[in-house]
């Protein structure tokens, strides 16, 4: 990430010559927690060993897998407008244009990395008509890491103006830009500033664009209080408390690999018994079948009562097991699953995916990180229709809320839901409601057409052959 702030330097540098902040004190340990999810955290990882040699820990990567099980979580299966989903498939096409539910899966797993991820909305190839006005053009999503996030305005933890640095490559060549979205105080309306600058932070283009009074784009933070200091603005990287963890499961990771590296049984044997021959120096030589089963000792063996002598190095795997238990736990807990998120059970992991049910606090963590998601993705498709309708003459309105339809096969059991559902439906069969839930999840089908199948005639017995 130290990389992705060199790549913005003159981006980063204009605004402070503007008069604004970035809070590099903030973007220190967002870089630290994206190290670990990178896997490039190298400061732990390379170190010198008791005899002063340099050595390279290996690593797990542990954190890019509690990032991506936290992201599950939050996966989408569907947005719409319930009733009104007519007037939702144009913001839809966008969305599917700007390959949102790709990138949104991404942003889920920064977001458990970082704490913040971010949405912008932007014109392209638009149309400057004479009086100045812009008509026409692409909307298009510009989805930005903690690296590139701004705060320039903080109102009751909610960010009003912000501003968004980053970089793209055209012809060839960086670009790094600079999005400043503010409001003006007289009308309550935010202006869209853009400076584009070159490699060397030389200034290249500048243009404003007059917005509304819609906000232009989203951030999304995880639903976590951050109790950490000068991170105004920014949601907390849950990774940052879980990194002495991950530092205990790559020290017992290495100490299995290095148990294991060296635990090939030895077997020392008298020079005498092996019948060795030796050369024109006098010095023993080995048959090659020999090197490959033997260490010669000389005449002596360790222990003189017997001519072949066995040694089998310890492989201290409960004790590392155990270590790395209490090691997945503490992870556990810093995601906010509780102490079995991650638990070794019969030779294998247990995951959230097979834990959260049982465990009230994991639902709870669940549920407020899906509020967070929910309004993230309502303030991008608010702006998209605020553009659409501005610059585009589309008149879209929601009358009413946006529906998410967030994916619960990760947090539930299907096979388990189908037995309650038949048991329901055989229980009462006076309620049909039971048997349309059963249909509709047994057939993965739509409502109408499980209605359809529980009406349709049973089929005629076979006349019976002559």
């Not at 020392?268 to 010095?283: S, T, W």
């Not at 222990?303 to 795997?317: C, F, G, M, V």
């Not at 995601?335 to 959230?352: C, D």
Request: hydrophobic share 35%; net charge negative; charged share 30%.
């Amino acid at each position: 990430m130290a990389d992705e702030r060199s790549k913005i330097n003159g981006a980063i540098e204009a605004l402070k010559n503007m008069g604004y902040t970035y809070n590099d004190n903030a973007q220190e340990i967002i870089e630290l927690c994206d190290q670990w999810y990178t896997n490039q955290a190298d400061e732990f990882h390379k170190r010198k060993n008791f005899n002063g040699v340099e050595v390279e820990l290996e690593s797990l990567n542990f954190a890019k897998r509690g990032c991506a099980d936290d992201a599950n979580l939050c996966e989408i299966i569907e947005i719409n407008a319930g009733e009104n989903s007519s007037k939702f498939d144009g913001i839809q096409e966008i969305l599917d244009d700007n390959r949102f539910d790709v990138m949104y899966r991404q942003q889920l797993e920064k977001l458990s990395a970082t704490g913040t991820v971010g949405a912008y909305i932007r014109l392209a190839n638009a149309d400057l008509l004479e009086d100045g006005h812009v008509r026409g053009g692409e909307i298009k999503i510009n989805y930005v890491n903690a690296v590139g996030i701004v705060p320039l305005t903080i109102e009751n933890d909610d960010i009003i103006e912000c501003a968004f640095v980053g970089y793209n490559v055209r012809g060839g060549k960086r670009e790094q830009t600079l999005v400043l979205f503010t409001l003006n105080p007289e009308n309550g309306l935010y202006m869209a500033t853009t400076k584009v600058f070159d490699e060397q932070g030389k200034l290249i283009s500048e243009q404003e664009l007059q917005l509304g009074d819609v906000k232009p784009f989203a951030i999304l933070r995880t639903a976590e209080v951050n109790n950490l200091d000068d991170m105004e603005g920014y949601g907390f990287p849950k990774l940052y408390s879980a990194i002495p963890a991950l530092k205990v499961l790559d020290l017992c990771w290495n100490i299995l690999y290095g148990d294991l590296d060296k635990g090939e049984k030895l077997l020392f044997i008298n020079e005498l018994l092996a019948e060795v021959k030796k050369g024109a120096d006098g010095r023993p030589q080995l048959s090659q079948k020999q090197k490959e089963l033997f260490i010669l000792l000389g005449e002596k063996l360790p222990d003189q009562d017997s001519l072949i002598k066995e040694y089998n190095p310890e492989i201290r795997t409960a004790a590392i097991k155990e270590a790395m238990e209490l090691a997945l736990s503490l992870f556990s807990m810093s995601f906010g699953y509780g102490t079995r998120k991650y638990s070794f059970e019969a030779g294998q992991i247990k995951t959230a995916t097979e834990y959260i049910g049982e465990r009230q606090d994991a639902m709870q963590e669940l549920n407020k990180q899906r509020n967070q998601t929910t309004q993230y993705i309502e303030g991008i498709v608010e702006a998209i229709a605020w553009f659409s309708n501005t610059f585009q003459g589309t008149a879209w309105t929601l009358d009413e809320e946006i529906c998410i339809e967030y994916d619960d096969s990760y947090i539930t059991d299907k096979q388990t839901q189908l037995e309650g559902l038949r048991a329901d439906a055989l229980s009462f069969p006076d309620v049909p409601e039971f048997l349309i839930q059963y249909i509709m999840m047994r057939l993965n089908c739509e409502r109408e057409e499980a209605i359809g199948y529980m009406q349709a005639p049973e089929p005629e017995d076979d006349e019976p052959l002559d």
